[in-house]
């Protein structure tokens, strides 16, 4: 199932369309006071700062997607849940590195 599961998401999320969402969801990290904290960019902050929220959201978002969209809203059991989402964190660069 979980090969059925990747298959969709790959289907409707490109590497391109999950790294546009995680600079997005990185900018919703960063604290507000990153420039007065010494950093050239909200991206410098949040490598030092973060705990992998970001990625964690956008992981969440894609099986939220294929739940909603592929399986009637019914949610994935915690041993398939953990295996997509490793899965996903194996399989999308960004959300995988560090």
């Keep these: 199932m979980i090969e059925k599961i990747m298959q969709d998401i790959k289907n409707d999320y490109s590497e391109k369309k999950v790294l546009e969402d995680l600079d997005e969801e990185i900018l919703n990290w960063a604290g507000p006071h990153w420039e007065e904290d010494g950093y050239e960019n909200q991206y410098e902050w949040y490598a030092e700062f973060n705990n992998?929220?970001?990625?964690?959201a956008i992981i969440e978002?894609?099986?939220?997607?294929?739940?909603h969209k592929y399986n009637?809203?019914?949610e994935l059991d915690d041993d398939l849940?953990?295996?997509?989402?490793?899965?996903?964190r194996h399989t999308y660069y960004p959300l995988g590195r560090g």
Aim: glycine content about 0%.
């Design 52 to 56: 992998k929220e970001a990625e964690a």
């Design 72 to 74: 009637n809203s019914k």
């Design 61 to 67: 978002q894609l099986i939220n997607h294929w739940v």
């Design 81 to 88: 849940y953990n295996d997509v989402y490793d899965k996903i």
